[in-house]
């Protein structure tokens, strides 16, 4: 089970875009994720008219190492750790360390 998921709000630690907010788009095998509106990079595109991809300058998000986000606590309005705790009925559930709350529904 991963601490961080596609969908969830995180909001970034460290780095060029520190402080910055957005959601989980895409978790990547190599311990990344790519955030929305977060870690923007421009990469020089060239145009292939056969599947109808203009050229130029395109912007988009990068990954970032998933030890530069946290998870986002609404009830504490800061960035949280997150643990793993067992319910009665033997489901595994992700909670914030600060208060102990249940991430997932």
Do not use: C, Y
């Not at 780095?15 to 020089?44: P, S």
């Not at 056969?50 to 050229?55: E, K, L, M, S």
């Amino acid at each position: 089970m991963q601490r961080i998921r596609k969908g969830d709000q995180v909001i970034v630690t460290t780095g060029r875009d520190k402080g910055r907010q957005g959601t989980v788009i895409r978790v990547l095998e190599d311990d990344t994720v790519v955030v929305e509106n977060v870690n923007m990079v421009k990469k020089h595109q060239k145009p292939n008219p056969q599947q109808n991809v203009p050229g130029g300058i395109v912007q988009k998000e990068a990954p970032i190492h998933v030890s530069n986000v946290m998870l986002f606590n609404p009830a504490t309005k800061k960035g949280d750790r997150v643990g793993f705790k067992k319910l009665d009925g033997g489901r595994k559930v992700r909670v914030f360390k600060s208060n102990g709350e249940v991430v997932d529904a």
